[in-house]
């Protein structure tokens, strides 16, 4: 026998030991609703067949995958489809599990129930198309049937404009079925919270401190802002959001507002972010620690008004205390409010810097203290600066100019 027999005879052989444990290995078991692989091995004038496994074939409506009256697909082509029905042994599919399925043809509304309740039991997301609002919520039809979406279910965040969604397709998961399917009740917003919660957790492992990431201002709250940063949120205190005083978080943001901000706290164990958008800004810090020294004679405004004293504001960000026993040149002042008053310019003297606590002390001064100050330097220098040539003159001059901005 030659070689070319053997090689014959042996390819012989090995074709039948295939084709019989092809013969023998049972058939692939499907359910409706099931989600499958399939390789599409013909295409006719209704239907695509579809290899859906070992001894185990499927129809797909052609409507399905033609677009514009083209085919979308090609045989050979593998493809997801999920399984709507058995119908004496032939599996009738579908491309996606949605509203596509057009439950006028015979079988196709037991088909789609059961898709349905197969959708109930694994979780598997359905696509929907919101119809119409009606009263509580929604009217959405899946697989060619009509279900109820709730109001509070169409989103994660209350629903003020219904007509918004109608017409929408969107994922839904399904929550109920009863009435033999005459009630389907399905959700959008645990979907939804589903995703995020899925999103949220890949992000935590990916957050770093003083790392700056953009953002979207989701509420407002007296003591700050809750800002999502990709899938969290972390708090924007209201502290955190100028080096200028803010009393009202309102003042500068708004729902929706996109901003950039930078982790400053992160608690991975208790899931706590602390963010900043100080942190981003210049420090005016470093500008009057350069030039404001002590015993320099400045004009500022009255910003708040304590017991102990009154804070006044040098410029932008930049403040100092004026402390009571500083107030009555020698005499003993009962009160603050006896000497000065909110938004009231004084003219002060700068006792102390205390530039790591980030703390001025001031002392009461007047007009004349502060033309002083300011006149040019003489020959028996006297007189510290000069606003002349470019020199840095009163630290009240700066001030001036900085509201004039």
């Known amino acids: ?107 196709d509304k037991e088909a789609a129930l059961a898709a349905l309740a197969q959708a109930l039991d694994s979780q ?90 953009d953002g979207t201002v989701t509420s407002l709250q007296k003591y700050g802002a809750f800002v999502d940063i990709g899938g969290v949120e972390g708090l924007l205190h209201v502290s955190e959001l100028s080096y200028e005083r803010v009393s009202d978080p309102s003042q500068v943001l708004q729902v929706g507002q996109q901003i950039r ?18 942190a981003l800004m210049e420090d005016p810090w470093l500008d009057a620690l350069a030039r404001l020294k002590a015993d320099q004679v400045v004009r500022g405004r009255v910003v708040r008004i304590a017991q102990f004293g009154a804070f006044v504001e040098l410029f932008k960000g930049v403040e100092g205390l004026l402390h009571i026993s500083e107030m009555g040149g020698g005499q003993r002042l009962n009160s603050t409010r006896d000497a000065v008053r909110e938004g009231q310019q004084v003219v002060v003297r700068v006792r102390e810097i205390d530039a790591q606590r980030r703390r001025i002390s001031l002392a009461i001064a007047d007009e004349e203290a502060l033309e002083q100050s300011t006149r040019p330097a003489s020959a028996d220098g006297l007189v510290a600066s000069t606003s002349s040539g470019g020199g840095f003159g009163t630290f009240g001059d700066l001030f001036s100019e900085k509201l004039k901005k």
């Not at 109920?176 to 979907?191: E, F, H, K, P, T």
């Not at 400053?264 to 958008?277: A, F, P, T, V, W």
């Open 124 to 213: 598997q997301p359905v696509e929907g198309v919101v119809k119409e609002a009606i009263k509580g919520g929604f009217s959405v039809h899946v697989l060619g049937q009509r279900a109820f979406c709730p109001i509070s279910q169409i989103d994660r965040v209350y629903c003020e404009q219904p007509a918004e969604h109608v017409g929408r397709s969107y994922q839904f998961l399904v929550t109920q079925i009863r009435g033999n399917g005459r009630d389907v009740v399905v959700s959008r917003r645990r979907l939804l919270e589903q995703q995020a919660a899925q999103q949220a957790a890949l992000m935590w492992d990916k957050l770093e401190l003083d790392a700056v990431y």
């Open 1 to 107: 026998m030659s070689n070319d027999d053997q090689r014959g005879d042996g390819g012989e052989s090995e074709d039948f030991a295939s084709m019989l444990d092809d013969y023998m290995t049972p058939r692939q078991s499907v359910a409706p609703g099931d989600k499958v692989k399939a390789r599409i091995i013909s295409i006719g004038k209704e239907y695509v067949f579809l290899d859906l496994g070992r001894r185990t074939e499927g129809m797909l409506d052609r409507a399905q995958v033609t677009s514009d009256g083209q085919l979308t697909v090609e045989v050979g082509q593998q493809i997801d489809v999920y399984v709507t029905a058995i119908r004496e042994g032939t599996i009738l599919c579908t491309s996606r599990v949605g509203a596509s399925l057009d439950s006028e043809q015979p079988g």
């Open 261 to 278: 901000v930078s982790i400053k706290e992160l608690d991975q164990r208790n899931r706590k972010i602390g963010l900043s958008l100080k």
